[in-house]
């Protein structure tokens, strides 16, 4: 299985279309993007026609790399533009658009970015994700005006307590949510604490409670809980068409397509999705297909030492137990606050 660390956005598996209405996804935006029903030509020569998709997770991508000496988790921090700047390239975009429903009549309207006073200033530590064209030492910005980067999580910052909750950062290690080892079927999955020495150079997904309104319903508002997905490490349970009609039919019909998309990780490092957003299908649903995979807990207390109130503590008094689902374990914090046991902080 090839899996690729996630740096940019990942482009669509077929060639997109931009409709003139508001957008389903972005409150703020007066377009969508839709899928034509072509597979891309740089999908094609990636080979993706060999290639099995990983599901795609509604989380927020993280990456793991040293700081400072120590395997550290970084936390996804674009460069956007000013307030001013980006009203102009908005009003850019308008006219770009407009030019081609005209059919390209004129000159094809262009615009430009003064790279060192369009974009806001970055925190402490900010570093351009692998890849970012460069002009000169100042990265540049996607087609979105995004300059995508990763800032090393700050234990002191509010903006990164969630980030937080999944790691040891003094110890080293990561609770993932990945397949099961030894496993009695394909369908089973683990929670493991897992060196983050492990996953350097590797990008994760975080999902939880307070992530991305927690589509996945993991934890409780009174026990938060947090784990964190290797991209690509969650395959999908069969693998679908690349016809544009049958894919979709696959997603309405097909118990394993009752996920957010796919992502299709190619062997010459490319990667290319599709998310239902571009099927015209809704998001988020029910009844999803990652919540009816059972998920034993393999986080033995007696090999960590930790605080007694974190999650490595809380899913130590859960080793060796399966849950139904993911979804499932907030039962298992309701049931320890009743018997007055710590949930994770």
């Not at 991508?61 to 956007?80: E, I, N, Q, S």
């Amino acid at each position: 299985m090839t899996t690729c660390a996630v740096q940019a956005k990942i482009p669509c598996l077929f060639k997109t279309i931009v409709v003139e209405e508001p957008s389903g996804k972005r409150s703020h935006q007066p377009y969508r993007v839709v899928a034509s029903e072509d597979v891309c030509d740089e999908a094609r020569e990636a080979g993706i026609e060999d290639v099995h998709p990983s599901e795609k997770i509604d989380g927020t991508c993280t990456f793991v790399k040293t700081f400072m000496g120590k395997p550290w988790l970084w936390a996804r921090h674009d460069r956007k533009p000013s307030k001013a700047a980006d009203k102009r390239f908005k009003q850019f975009q308008l006219t770009h658009r407009m030019w081609l429903k005209e059919g390209k009549t004129g000159e094809e309207p262009q615009f430009s970015w003064n790279l060192e006073k369009d974009f806001k200033e970055v925190p402490p530590y900010w570093e351009p994700a692998k890849g970012v064209p460069m002009d000169g030492d100042m990265p540049l910005p996607d087609d979105n005006a995004h300059i995508p980067g990763w800032v090393p999580v700050d234990p002191s910052s509010r903006q990164h307590c969630w980030h937080l909750t999944p790691v040891d950062l003094n110890a080293g290690l990561a609770l993932l949510l990945r397949p099961m080892k030894e496993k009695e079927t394909a369908d089973d999955l683990e929670i493991a604490a897992v060196p983050l020495s492990d996953l350097i150079g590797q990008s994760l997904e975080l999902v939880g409670t307070n992530i991305n309104a927690n589509p996945y319903g993991i934890g409780s508002k009174l026990c938060p809980l947090h784990v964190l997905i290797i991209h690509g490490s969650i395959l999908s349970q069969s693998r679908p068409p690349l016809d544009f009609q049958l894919l979709k039919s696959w997603f309405q019909s097909n118990s394993a397509g009752n996920v957010e998309g796919l992502v299709w990780h190619c062997k010459d490092g490319s990667m290319f999705k599709i998310h239902r957003h571009h099927l015209g299908l809704p998001w988020p649903i029910k009844d999803l297909y990652l919540n009816t995979r059972p998920v034993t807990v393999c986080v033995d207390p007696a090999e960590y030492e930790h605080n007694s109130v974190d999650q490595f503590s809380f899913f130590g008094k859960l080793h060796g137990r399966t849950f139904s689902g993911i979804s499932d374990i907030h039962k298992a914090h309701v049931d320890a606050t009743r018997e007055g046991g710590d949930g994770p902080s």
